[in-house]
């Protein structure tokens, strides 16, 4: 059950113009089943869309292997929200420009709590204005790009769409942090002039970071090179293929694949941005392996050692379930770099974007260095020993 007042925070959350993104996760077990027949159901996405001028919520049902998207009015989305909340997941957040609504079930009835967000939205409007005239974007407002207009992002005309904002910045960012990379791909293009630089995103998704990697080496930096993004998803690898044919982009082709079954004879640049659990560590093994220039990978969801982690000193951490989960997030990143440290590189952990939107923001940026003296991997397995963790990345 929800409270009247929560009910009303929420068909104010998803107004048109407050509403940002939402989302409903941590499924039971009949979920997967019962919502609209899918097995395997783990996570449902809410995004503002717009159809025919038409302002929308995209609702994503993602599965193993396939997302199902439908496109609903504002209050249809929320209703579905709420139903779906009762009846199927123990978790979600609603995110607006103001605050953040996290949902939580507890027996029979949800609870609702609204966290506002520190800035109003006028200041974080004032601020964007200011931003934008000050800062310069590598993709510029108002320069049109074939790949943006594609993909929904900006208009014929180079204006960004209201509801791409987010993206429109994540890409922008995302490329400043490939720019600042760029002088090691260079290095490795200027010894290997007889062959494109080799660049695979594994777990590429919709592909808009794919795209935009391959539009600034290609377009920006005027690089040779041969970008392969891999997901598991096969509807996703077909729209991918689609719309690098549309644009005419021989040197980027899309494969359906699972990472650590993936193989290819070499990579200069391994790139994994979100990739499921210890899905990014298969792909940092793969990097290793290919000896990779330069690796960025951005984490999302560690629940391996969640699983594992038992030290009776560290309770007070341990027992408390989000803290736990935050701390083996931490722990998690914390060997990855230490494993990649070890593995020859020289490894930065820095914040990939700025937005309050989601705590997943760890970008991991290892670059290899031409130290290749052996470097022992023993403090790295104490520290593991010490919080009972057994990761992956060192069992394989
Ligand atoms: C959250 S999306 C991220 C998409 C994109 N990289 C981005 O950051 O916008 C994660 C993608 O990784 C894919 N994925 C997860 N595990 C995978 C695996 N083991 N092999 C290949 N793809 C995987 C999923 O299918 C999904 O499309």
């Given at each position: 059950m929800f409270q009247d007042t929560d009910k009303e925070a929420l068909l104010q959350a998803f107004t048109e113009g407050a509403f940002v993104s939402a989302n409903l996760t941590?499924?039971?077990?009949?979920?997967c089943d019962a919502?609209?027949?899918?097995?395997?159901?783990?996570k449902i996405e809410f995004k503002p869309v717009t159809v025919r001028k038409r302002a929308l919520v995209q609702l994503s049902y993602q599965q193993k292997a396939r997302n199902v998207h439908r496109n609903v009015e504002h209050q249809e989305a929320c209703k579905v929200l709420c139903e779906l909340l009762l009846s199927a997941f123990n978790k979600g957040v609603v995110h607006t420009r103001t605050a953040d609504l996290l949902l939580r079930r507890k027996g029979t009835d949800i609870l609702v709590n609204i966290v506002p967000l520190r800035k109003s939205t006028a200041p974080i409007a004032a601020e964007e204005a200011l931003h934008n005239r000050v800062k310069h974007r590598i993709?510029?407002?108002g320069k049109p790009v074939d790949f943006l207009i594609r993909l929904g992002v900006?208009?014929?005309?180079?204006k960004v769409v209201a509801a791409k904002y987010d993206k429109y910045r994540q890409i922008n960012r995302f490329l400043e942090m490939v720019d600042d990379v760029w002088p090691a791909l260079q290095t490795i293009a200027t010894a290997n002039s007889d062959r494109p630089l080799r660049i695979i995103d594994f777990?590429?998704?919709?592909s808009y970071l794919t795209f935009a990697l391959h539009h600034f080496l290609?377009?920006?930096?005027g690089a040779n090179v041969r970008v392969t993004g891999l997901d598991i998803k096969q509807d996703v690898i077909e729209d991918c293929s689609r719309i690098a044919a549309d644009l005419a982009c021989e040197d980027l082709d899309f494969q359906v694949g699972d990472i650590a079954g993936f193989q290819a004879e070499t990579a200069d640049m391994v790139v994994s941005l979100h990739a499921c659990d210890t899905a990014t560590d298969d792909a940092l093994q793969k990097a290793v392996g290919w000896q990779a220039a330069v690796i960025l990978a951005v984490p999302?969801?560690?629940?391996?050692l969640y699983k594992q982690l038992h030290n009776s000193v560290n309770q007070p951490l341990l027992k408390h379930g989000v803290l736990k989960e935050r701390a083996t997030a931490l722990l998690t990143d914390a060997i990855r770099a230490e494993w990649l440290e070890i593995s020859g590189y020289k490894v930065q952990v820095m914040?990939?974007?700025?937005?309050?939107?989601?705590?997943?923001?760890l970008l991991i940026r290892a670059v290899r260095t031409s130290d290749t003296r052996p470097k022992s991997d023993k403090p790295l397995r104490e520290f593991c020993d010490f919080w009972g963790a057994q990761p992956h990345l060192l069992n394989k």
């Open positions: 941590s499924p039971t077990a009949e979920a919502v609209a027949d899918m097995p395997g159901l783990s993709l510029p407002e900006m208009t014929t005309d180079g777990g590429s998704g919709k290609k377009h920006i930096r999302c969801c560690q629940h391996e914040e990939f974007i700025e937005t309050a939107h989601t705590p997943k923001n």
